[in-house]
Structures are given as structure tokens and as C-alpha cells.
């Protein structure tokens, strides 16, 4: 467990992202339509602490992808600012990304060695090609393969095998940082676990940092040292793991916790989840989340909460929190 005062990895502030989802000019023209923006990522600011798993979570069009993106570099950001630390002898942070599709991201008609050998290559990491061969077959081990699987395909791995090539292939320019964009989102239950539990490993014994995405709150309390809920590409919550799931504080995060499939309830006893997510095109006023919750008042469609830092580290943007930890209390 990393404490939260240990230096921070990544610091981004206030960062936002828009696109213009606007229709073509001479449409626009036509038919008087205004331009059209949509803030996928809004006001965002959270820290990564070295060595640490910040994980991001919230339903299919929060934003999480937007921000693994933008700390990437892929995207810009249109406001805010991201920050890097330096790594460890003064050069500037590697960062690596794996994706949920392992299949997508690697190249089809290139061997597995190939695939793993490239960024060896690119980045000079290694000289020779005896080299190459012992570093590719070495990572190939540290992901739970064999040497001999270097001379397949992709296509010829099942899909978990397949993300152990991506990590494998992510390790090989010796990264400092790993966004994981829902890496474990396409698998079966039990090879999720098998690849989160090598996620785990290589994080202790190669010193890593994590941003880890996911839209599912059994996967990221496995994972993570802190949790950041977003909603309508906002955060509305982040606290250490424990406390999150101990003490969840905006109704959102409860609303979340809630749908975890849980062996000792069955299914139907779980409240169905209420109400859809709003168009990011259109954004309720003051708190964006208001239409769906069980405790908004005229506060709440009028204002945007800001954010308030609880005792015991847990930050917390809601209208309505102080209220109910009094009843609760
Ligand atoms: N390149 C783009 N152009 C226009 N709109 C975009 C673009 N990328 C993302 N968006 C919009 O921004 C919002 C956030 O998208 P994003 O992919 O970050 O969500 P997500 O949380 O990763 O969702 P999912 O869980 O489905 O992967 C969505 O409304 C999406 O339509
Ligand atoms: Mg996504």
C-alpha cells in the first residue's frame, strides 16, 4: 500500500477536454444549426503517487478513455495542465498503454517476437540480435509465456494470452508508468483474475505506476490504492480503496456499489440502476448527476458542488454529504 505522501508520479490539474461534435459548416449553414461542443473531460485534477494505482471508474461515456488519452499525449488538453515527474536518473517518465482489445492493438501478420522485439529495436535497447532473442524470451517468461511462443501469431493465443503479449510488449521499452485503458474488459472472469494478479506482481516487483481504468468496482478494488469515481466526465469522488468502499460518500459512487454482483445476494434482490445516463451533449444544470438521485434537492439543480476533502482523505463533490454523514452518524 502506498501512502499518500509519497511524490506524485503524475499531477494533472484542472484539466478539460471539448470536441466539436458540430455538423458539417455548409449543414450548419442551411439549417441555422449552432456549433456543437461536447466536454468529455471536465475541471479533472487528481495526483498518481509513485508506485502507486490510481483507478478510474464510471459508466460507458464517463470520460475515462478521454483521460487515459490525454495523459498519453494522444489528445491535447483544451484546458488544464499534465505533469510527468522526472523518473529515476533525471529523464523524463516512460509511459505505456494497454488497451482492452489485445487482438486490435497487435499487429496480426507479425510474429509474437517481432511484436516484442520492435520497441527493443526502435529505442536501441538492446545491441545484438542474440541480445534481442534473450530479452524477448525473458519478457515472455515475466508474462507467464514461453520462449517458443515468440515464433507464433497472435491469432494462434487465446485472449488472455493475448494481453499477456501486450504487457509483455509494454514492459519491453521499460516503462516507468502504465495507463491500462480496461484491460481485463473483454476476458472471462477467471482469466481477468490471472491477468490482474501478473498486473499486481509485475507493479511490486518492477516498481510501476498505474492509472487503471475500469467500469467495474470488483476489478479496481483489487487493483488499486485510490479510486476516482467520474461522472459526466467530472470526478465526483476519490478516496484511498478502503475508504471508498467503506464509507462511499456522493450517492453516485453508492448508486455503483450497489450493482457489484454479490454471491451472497442474489441477483434480483439488487436494485436495477436507476435511471439512464444523461447526453454529455446536454449536461443537467448544477449537479450533473441530479436527475438520478434519491436525495437531490433545488440545491442540487441549481449548483455546482464544488469539492470538499473529508477527514479521512476522501474527497467528495456533493451538495448534500455533510447531511447525510450527520444522519448516518
Ligand atoms: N474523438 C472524439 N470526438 C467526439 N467525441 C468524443 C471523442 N472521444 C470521446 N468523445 C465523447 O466523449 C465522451 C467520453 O468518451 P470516453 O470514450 O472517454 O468514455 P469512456 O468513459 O471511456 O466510455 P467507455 O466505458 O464506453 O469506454 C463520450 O460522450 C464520447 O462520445
Ligand atoms: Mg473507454
Known amino acids: 500500500m502506498i501512502p499518500h505522501t509519497a511524490p506524485s508520479a503524475l499531477t494533472v490539474s484542472a484539466m478539460t477536454r471539448r470536441f466539436d ?14 456549433r456543437l461542443f461536447v466536454r468529455a473531460v471536465d475541471d479533472v485534477s487528481f495526483e498518481v503517487p509513485k508506485g502507486g494505482c490510481l483507478s478510474l471508474v464510471g459508466e460507458s461515456g464517463c470520460g475515462k478513455s478521454t483521460v487515459a488519452r490525454l495523459v498519453t499525449g494522444l489528445y491535447a488538453p483544451s484546458e488544464g495542465s499534465i505533469a510527468f515527474a522526472p523518473g529515476p536518473d533525471g529523464r523524463p517518465l516512460s509511459v505505456q498503454m494497454i488497451f482492452q482489445d489485445p487482438y486490435a492493438s497487435l499487429n496480426p501478420r507479425w510474429r509474437v517476437f517481432d511484436i516484442i522485439a520492435e520497441p527493443l529495436r ?11 532473442a534473450d530479452r524477448v524470451a525473458e519478457l515472455l517468461k515475466t508474462v507467464g509465456l514461453t520462449a517458443s511462443d515468440g515464433r507464433k501469431f497472435p491469432h494462434e493465443f487465446s485472449g488472455g494470452q493475448r494481453q499477456r503479449i501486450s504487457i509483455a ?19 472471462d472472469v477467471s ?3 490471472q491477468i490482474l494478479n501478473l498486473m499486481r506482481r509485475l507493479q511490486d516487483e518492477m516498481g510501476l505506476t498505474y492509472l487503471f481504468i ?25 478516496a484511498p480503496t478502503e475508504v471508498l468502499f467503506a464509507h462511499p460518500r ?3 459512487t453508492q448508486l455503483l456499489l450497489e450493482t457489484i454482483p454479490n454471491v451472497t445476494a442474489p441477483r434480483r434482490d439488487r436494485e436495477p440502476q436507476a435511471g439512464e445516463v444523461p447526453s454529455p451533449l446536454k449536461p443537467p444544470s448544477g449537479c450533473t448527476f441530479h436527475p438520478r438521485c434519491p436525495q437531490s434537492d433545488s440545491r ?3 449548483e455546482r458542488p464544488e469539492m470538499t476533502t473529508m477527514p479521512d482523505g476522501s474527497r467528495v463533490a456533493c451538495h448534500r454529504v455533510e447531511e447525510m454523514m450527520a444522519r448516518m452518524a
Open 21 to 34: 461534435v458540430s455538423a458539417p459548416w455548409l449543414n450548419r449553414v442551411i439549417e441555422r444549426k449552432p
Open 122 to 132: 526502435e529505442l536501441k535497447l538492446r545491441e545484438t540480435e542474440v541480445e534481442i
Open 169 to 187: 510488449r509494454a514492459l519491453a521499452s521499460e516503462p516507468d508508468f502504465l495507463v491500462c485503458d480496461e484491460p481485463t474488459s473483454a476476458l
Open 191 to 193: 482469466v481477468q483474475a
Open 214 to 238: 475500469s467500469h467495474d468496482m470488483s476489478v479496481v478494488r483489487h487493483m488499486s490504492d485510490q479510486i476516482a469515481v467520474m461522472y459526466l466526465g467530472r470526478i465526483v469522488e476519490q
Open 250 to 252: 456522493h450517492p453516485y
Open 300 to 302: 442540487c439543480s441549481a
